[in-house]
């Protein structure tokens, strides 16, 4: 362990990071950064091959992290590769792997994990340091991770190697600044393992560094997204009611908030993203005997609903308008899961465009963050007969609408955001509705 600590503390130990996506590449880049040699690991061969030429994959405004992977090969700190067998070399393997859940059973599916342990187990240097990431369900480390690299590379956890899991808590958009100034929580499979990784991270986050063991680091990242998941799904219900009653929502929720101890969430078209539809599953996927939680599927069924819900007050509004939704051309303004970035793992927009498509209806997509439906948006609305806002980009944001006005053949507008006035809306003719302020 001495040995261990010190290449750490010099920053000499040589780092193999698993997985170049959205949380490995970030990492990777910033170790280099600090100082430490680092081995980025990527199966897919193209990938691997434009991460060596600077290019980034991960595209969106990522704030900085162009300029650090540029820095990073330059200095000759980062060599990416396809190549397992260069983790022989590695004193410190970081695994930051996707870890999906099934969509009928909700279980988790992990096969880029067992893949990433299965490919590192033999190539395992003794005494050397193995970091989960990935975000995985109650008891994963223990019951997967563990026993599949004992196997895999014939030592013993907490004899030969240290093992850990620090789960990530970086979002798009914000990635490098997430890394370096969020707290992170460190689960070790035993305290020396956990001190080891908290002398790796402390040389690049400047915030709280709380040790603990493997499991009640496992519960803390999946609880988090759960309570997210929980919260917004109040919020939707809320402007669901709202809805019903015919109160704004918004306005609701901003004099809710003045009250002590009062935090509701913003409610919206959807959630998506790649952790909060599935992590509550895996916080799930975890317990055991007759437990059966009826909060959290709630919640899920909820946040689930709410791109139907979008889809309904758009073809209600179109009859209203005197307009079949058969035939009729809907603009959906966003496509991605999240504002000024163009990741679109379960976008709200995905179930909303099946749903309108399916009733008939001609349906063209803008989003500027993405390649295929970056086009003028005079283009894109002209004559439309639904607006559909989907995502608050800034470019949204910004927009004038009257000169919307000017471009739709019909004045229906759906506001999934909360982006425009509706009163400016009113005043310029559109039939409007917002979600929680119809």
Not at 80 to 90: E, F, G, I, K
Not at 362 to 375: A, G, K, L, M, S
Request: proline share 5%; net charge negative; charged share 25%.
């Amino acid at each position: 362990m001495k040995s261990l600590e010190r290449v750490i503390r010099d920053k000499t130990a040589t780092v193999a990071v698993i997985g170049m996506g959205y949380v490995g590449l970030p990492v990777a880049c910033t170790l280099a950064h600090a100082g430490f040699k680092v081995l980025g690991i990527e199966r897919d061969e193209a990938k691997a091959a434009r991460i060596s030429d600077g290019i980034s994959p991960i595209s969106g405004e990522e704030p900085g992290l162009a300029e650090l992977l540029a820095q990073a090969l330059d200095s000759g700190r980062l060599l990416v590769t396809t190549d397992h067998q260069q983790c022989r070399q590695a004193d410190v393997i970081l695994i930051a792997v996707e870890t999906p859940v099934d969509i009928d059973s909700k279980a988790p599916t992990y096969e880029a994990l067992r893949g990433a342990l299965e490919a590192l187990g033999p190539h395992l240097k003794p005494g050397s340091l193995v970091i989960v990431e990935s975000t995985i369900a109650p008891g994963t480390m223990e019951k997967v991770v563990k026993p599949l690299l004992e196997e895999t590379s014939t030592l013993k956890s907490g004899v030969d190697f240290y093992l850990a899991f620090c789960p990530e808590r970086v979002m798009p958009g914000k990635l490098l600044a997430n890394l370096r100034n969020c707290n992170r929580v460190i689960g070790g499979q035993t305290p020396e393992a956990a001190e080891l990784a908290r002398g790796l991270y402390r040389h690049f986050v400047q915030a709280d560094l709380d040790v603990t063991d493997t499991l009640t680091a496992e519960l803390v990242k999946a609880t988090e997204n759960a309570y997210r998941d929980v919260q917004i799904a109040f919020a939707n219900e809320i402007a669901l009611l709202c809805e019903n009653v015919g109160a704004d929502v918004h306005e609701v929720r901003a004099l809710v908030n003045k009250s002590p101890l009062r935090a509701m969430h913003v409610p919206g078209a959807g959630v998506g993203g790649h952790c909060i539809p599935k992590d509550p599953w895996l916080l799930l996927y975890g317990t055991r005997g007759e437990l059966k939680a009826r909060l959290i599927p709630t919640a899920r069924s909820v946040n689930d609903s709410m791109p139907q819900h979008v889809a309904s007050l758009a073809e209600e509004s179109l009859v209203s308008a005197g307009v079949q939704v058969q035939g009729a051309k809907v603009a959906v303004l966003g496509y991605s899961y999240l504002e000024n970035t163009s990741d679109a793992r379960n976008s709200p927009t995905i179930p909303l465009v099946e749903r309108l498509s399916a009733r008939g209806a001609n349906v063209t997509i803008h989003d500027p963050h993405f390649q295929e439906y970056d086009r003028d948006l005079r283009e894109a609305v002209w004559g439309s007969d639904c607006l559909i806002l989907m995502v608050a980009h800034e470019e949204y944001c910004a927009l004038d609408l009257a000169d919307l006005r000017e471009w739709v053949a019909t004045p229906v507008l759906i506001d999934g955001r909360n982006v425009w006035s509706k009163s400016r809306a009113q005043e310029l003719g559109f039939l409007y509705a917002g979600v929680g302020n119809r």
